[in-house]
């Protein structure tokens, strides 16, 4: 069984698209996370939710909607794609209010934009 | 704010080669520190973690220990395999519970 999955694993699109990622997780963690994964392989932290609640957002441009209709669940919405969106979209979900601090991540989704 | 700062790559080294990735961090207080692995075409797994200073996390061969006086937590492996050969994130976590990661380190192990 997949801890973390996400939907698609690549997705190639045209500038000014609109595009959704989906993520979801059976680990029973009420905290989810999205990860931004450049060209040079550097990670940061878009957003996170906890229960379907917004609690990191981390200066990323309003192009970018996460939506979270369960605990369960996270999607990333991204309008009017540029080609600086193009990286590797990773999912996480933690329990950090378990005090496990650990992080499990997807697979990534790794988007194209031309 | 907090930051890691990772050894840069590449590392290239031979089977059974002893590794070391040296890592550092900046942060108030005490972090968690963690080890992720990324091999080829997948996603990041957590390899090992240290919660508090002294602490040493260790798994698959690999070990770190938190060393809070130097604020570092460098990942060793005793004799390395080609089936090493991933990029390594060194990463702590603290407060807002968002993972700050390093810049990443390219392991290449050579048969």
């Known amino acids: 069984d997949t801890a973390v999955s996400q939907t698609p694993k690549y997705l190639v699109t045209q500038m000014g698209n609109d595009k959704s990622i989906k993520c979801e997780q059976n680990l029973g963690h009420d905290t989810m996370y999205w990860y931004k994964q450049d060209s040079k392989k550097f990670l940061k932290i878009m957003f996170s939710?906890?229960?379907?609640?917004?609690?990191i957002n981390e200066t990323v441009p309003n192009r970018f909607s996460p939506k979270s209709p369960d605990k369960a669940h996270l999607n990333l919405h991204i309008n009017s794609l540029e080609l600086g969106d193009s990286a590797v979209y990773f999912c996480?979900?933690?329990?950090?209010?378990?005090?496990?601090?650990?992080?499990?991540f997807g697979p990534g989704t790794r988007l194209t934009v031309t | 704010g907090n930051s890691v700062t990772q050894m840069e790559g590449p590392v290239t080294l031979s089977e059974e080669a002893f590794l070391t990735i040296n890592c550092t961090y900046t942060?108030?207080?005490?972090?968690?520190l963690f080890w992720y692995v990324q091999y080829p075409g997948e996603g990041l797994q957590l390899l090992l973690k240290?919660?508090?200073?002294?602490d040493k996390g260790s798994n698959k061969g690999f070990e770190a220990t938190y060393r809070k006086e130097t604020t570092s937590f460098h990942l060793e492996k005793g004799s390395v395999q080609v089936s090493d050969s991933a990029v390594y994130f060194c990463a702590l976590i603290q407060g807002a519970q968002k993972l700050v990661f390093g810049q990443g380190t390219r392991l290449t192990i050579n048969p």
């Open positions: 240290a919660t508090k200073a002294d």
């Open positions: 996480a979900s933690g329990n950090p209010q378990g005090r496990s601090y650990e992080q499990y």
């Open positions: 939710y906890n229960n379907k609640e917004l609690i």
């Open positions: 942060a108030t207080g005490y972090p968690s």
